[in-house]
């Protein structure tokens, strides 16, 4: 599986995926009807930390600098 992903991407998608899943326990934020949209966030976090995005490859895009050419 090849990285697509940066530095920068991964910490961005990081902070999103832990706001949004701090949205769904909700710690911080008041409780809704719509807390569940929040663990959406597992799918950015799971992202940064693989560092692949399978959006990114079928758009091809790379944010990755050592991938470039």
Do not use: Q
């Amino acid at each position: 599986m090849a990285t697509n992903v940066g530095t920068v991407d991964k910490i961005l998608r990081l902070v999103v995926g832990v706001i949004l899943i701090a949205y769904a326990i909700p710690l911080g934020f008041p409780k809704t009807s719509w807390n569940w949209v929040g663990w959406i966030g597992v799918i950015p976090i799971i992202t940064a930390l693989i560092g692949n995005c399978p959006l990114y490859s079928i758009l091809g895009i790379n944010t990755c600098p050592m991938k470039k050419s």
